[in-house]
């Protein structure tokens, strides 16, 4: 088992950069690739961003593309979402995954809690 522990969230302005966590422990070595999902109320969850198990390559959502940035660092177990230039519409729980490579929340063998992330215009 894999548990993932998102932080990071909260009440931002738009333009605000705030930068995601989510903490990877138990059997991490099966973890493979990582991503970020956001669901927003009333929506379904969404894909933003996903990298590989080394962090070698990565992909965006096209919504997020050149204003988010995924990143992963394996000594601490831990991937990254550096958002930037934020919107009013990027507001939304924010979930990692792991255990997948993909842009289809199927994909992934584990979740974590969400963090929610409400950006003020």
């Known amino acids: 088992q894999v548990q993932l522990v998102a932080s990071g969230g909260g009440f931002v302005q738009a333009g605000g950069s705030p930068r995601l966590s989510c903490a990877a422990s138990?059997?991490?070595?099966?973890?493979?690739?990582m991503g970020w999902f956001r669901q927003a109320p009333g929506k379904e969850r969404e894909f933003v961003a996903r990298i590989s198990r080394s962090g070698s390559s990565t992909y965006d959502a096209d919504s997020v593309k050149g204003r988010f940035t995924i990143s992963r660092d394996n000594t601490k177990n831990t991937v990254y979402l550096q958002m930037n230039s934020l919107k009013p519409e990027d507001t939304a729980v924010y979930y990692c995954a792991a255990g997948g490579y993909s842009a289809i929340a199927g994909n992934y063998d584990y979740w974590g809690q969400g963090t929610q992330v409400t950006v003020s215009s």
């Open positions: 138990g059997r991490t070595s099966s973890t493979s690739g």
